[in-house]
């Protein structure tokens, strides 16, 4: 299959690729390839949903190398001294920054309040309020996507600027990325327009009423945005020569920590980032409807897909390694 090829079996798709809006291959910070479909253009942000969280990592990294976060270690609670701990509760003080990285973080009750929480005026506090619980730290794998909100908190306390500009300031503006805005408006039918509206988006980032980004889904990228991302890991930390994060930070994230079962394909899990294959220099940021970054250490190549809302699909390791691999290397 040619890029022609390629671009019409996109375009006629009735199936998982229906949904795709761009593509965009890099290798040696060079675009080797790139296209786009459904009246998006190159550079047209999208809801990236869950990719949001290898971001956040990023971020994470970039906090801890300036000093900020001094360790992994550190008690999630000693960054808010202001929240109100629930009575009775004490597993809390127990977590960490590297449980919530981990996804290890315990939380009460069987799923996430995502109304409580997406509702209320600071969401970050709201995600406390289920963090901890009567097991106490088990260690046990648990996808808690409104749980890394509490990270973009501990990001804000720890730098003392909000998350945006943080991230405006060391990760985006630095790599060639555009500025980002926060979205603003947090309403019920705006989170609902947010996730399903299938038109291009701005460069922008959603965000609770105190004007702190969402951690868990919400940042709005391009296919090249997330290419260029992806470089950066895959070269260390470095883009276009400028020290992004550190080569240390990188290898920490993309350590497997969890094997993961089949909800998640049995892939592994380091800090937010996943490895699909056991014996393979592959990694990835994934999220909701084959938004992905895909880094390939060993055909030294990054790639990054965008695509609007559609249920049911998860993860375009597979369908980038047959259909756009070999396109390019």
């Known amino acids: ?174 790599m060639g990325i555009p500025e980002h805005t926060i979205h603003g408006d947090s309403s019920k039918e705006d989170q609902f327009d947010f996730f399903m509206n299938k038109g291009p988006r701005k460069n922008e980032w959603y965000s609770d009423p105190q004007d702190t980004v969402t951690a868990g889904w919400g940042l709005c990228a391009s296919g090249r945005d997330l290419a260029k991302i992806g470089s950066m890991v895959l070269n260390e930390g470095v883009y276009g020569g400028t020290h992004i994060v550190s080569a240390e930070w990188i290898r920490q994230m993309l350590t497997p920590y969890q094997k993961l079962g089949e909800r998640f394909g049995f892939m592994e899990y380091g800090y937010l980032w996943y490895k699909p294959y056991e014996n393979k220099e592959v990694y990835a940021a994934i999220g909701d409807s084959g938004n992905i970054i895909y880094v390939n250490k060993e055909k030294n190549v990054s790639v990054g897909v965008t695509g609007t809302f559609k249920p049911r699909i998860f993860d375009r390791v597979e369908f980038i390694e047959k259909k756009v691999l070999p396109l390019i290397v």
């Open 1 to 174: 299959m040619n890029k022609e090829e390629l671009h019409s079996y996109i375009s006629e798709s009735k199936g998982n690729e229906s949904n795709i809006c761009q593509i965009c291959a890099i290798r040696d910070e060079e675009i080797v390839y790139e296209d786009s479909w459904r009246g998006f253009k190159a550079d047209d942000p999208v809801n990236v949903n869950s990719v949001t969280k290898g971001v956040m990592a990023i971020l994470a990294g970039i906090a801890a190398d300036t000093g900020a976060i001094k360790s992994l270690d550190e008690k999630v609670i000693n960054f808010f001294p202001d929240y109100q701990v629930k009575r009775g509760e004490k597993t809390i003080y127990d977590v960490t920054i590297k449980h919530l990285l981990t996804m290890t973080a315990p939380y009460k009750g069987k799923s996430e309040p995502w109304k409580k929480v997406c509702t209320s005026e600071d969401w970050t506090k709201a995600a406390l309020d289920f963090l901890g619980g009567r097991s106490g730290i088990t260690g046990e794998f648990k996808y808690a996507t409104l749980g890394i909100q509490i990270l973009a908190g501990i990001i804000e306390r720890a730098t003392g600027e909000k998350c945006i500009d943080f991230a405006n300031r060391y990760l985006f503006v630095p």
